[in-house]
């Protein structure tokens, strides 16, 4: 696919965000938001609790290990650790929380996802609605077989950070990407699963749009980096932008 193209498949996947306040009250879709936000919220502060008591150990931890003599190299390595430490810590957050989020509130999302389809296409492009214990298995599915795939990436990106200032970019934008991408699968198969696509369908489909999964979830991953009302509603958020390009594609694809 020319560059232009992934450009612009990106930018509309992360402008898809823009549409989702007017959806939300066109629709009478907020009320929806208010619960999940709730579950998320909590879930976040538990995170960054965690997180928060950790840091330090961990950091001291890592800079204790090495005794270097020279100063400037001993900064500079604390730097680096410092650094990584910040990154790992903040990638660890967003990594757990949302692949924790889109289980735990899956059948939320689902429910969000088929509303949203009925608003902008009617009922009747509903194809099926999954039960709780459906929609929690068919996540945790997913989001367990893009733990797996993300992880592997990550760590070579995350190895990427201890070559100093280049390795650190690299390490952050590789990260990033790749959080993005398999996070927009996730956002946009709770509209095909009410348009009964299966797993295998699913996944196929939005394979062959990698730069708009990359657009969703990096306005997702932005969403999360506001704190508490980004915490709150990025997954609400998040699905309903990606149940607006599901149909999109959809439609594209129904007219070829």
């Known amino acids: 696919m020319p560059i232009h193209h992934i450009a612009t498949n990106t930018l509309n ?12 009250f ?11 936000g709730a579950i998320s919220l909590l ?13 330090g150990g ?6 204790g290990l090495v005794r270097i003599p020279w100063e400037w190299l001993d900064k500079t390595v604390t730097i680096t650790t410092a650094i990584l430490t910040f990154l790992a810590l903040v990638a660890g957050f967003v990594f757990i929380h949302k692949h924790l989020a889109l289980i735990l509130l ?4 689902g429910t969000i996802a088929e509303e949203t ?27 367990l077989q893009y733990i797996l795939r993300e992880m592997l990436a990550n ?43 299966s797993l295998v369908d699913s996944d196929a489909f939005v394979k062959e749009r990698k730069s708009l999964s990359i657009g969703l979830g990096s306005g997702y991953l932005l969403l999360m980096m506001i704190p ?15 149940t607006l390009k599901a149909i999109d594609e959809l439609e594209k694809d129904s007219q070829s």
Request: proline share 5%.
């Open 13 to 24: 996947g992360f402008t898809a965000y823009l549409q989702v306040p007017k959806a939300l």
């Open 26 to 36: 066109r629709y009478q879709l907020w009320p929806f938001l208010i619960l999940p």
């Open 43 to 55: 879930l976040s502060l538990v995170l960054v609790t965690v997180i928060y008591f950790a840091a």
């Open 58 to 63: 961990i950091s001291g931890w890592i800079d």
């Open 106 to 109: 899956a059948p939320f999302l």
């Open 117 to 143: 389809l009925k608003a902008v296409k009617g009922k009747d492009f509903v194809k099926t609605s999954l039960s709780v214990g459906q929609s929690f298995a068919r996540s945790a599915r997913i989001n």
């Open 155 to 197: 760590i070579l990106f995350f190895a990427c950070g201890f070559v100093p200032v280049i390795g650190s970019l690299i390490s952050a934008v590789g990260m990033f990407l790749t959080q993005s991408r398999f996070l927009g699968y996730g956002l946009m198969d709770f509209p095909l699963e009410n348009r009964g696509l």
């Open 228 to 242: 508490l009302v980004g915490w709150m509603f990025a997954p609400t958020f998040g699905t309903i932008a990606g």
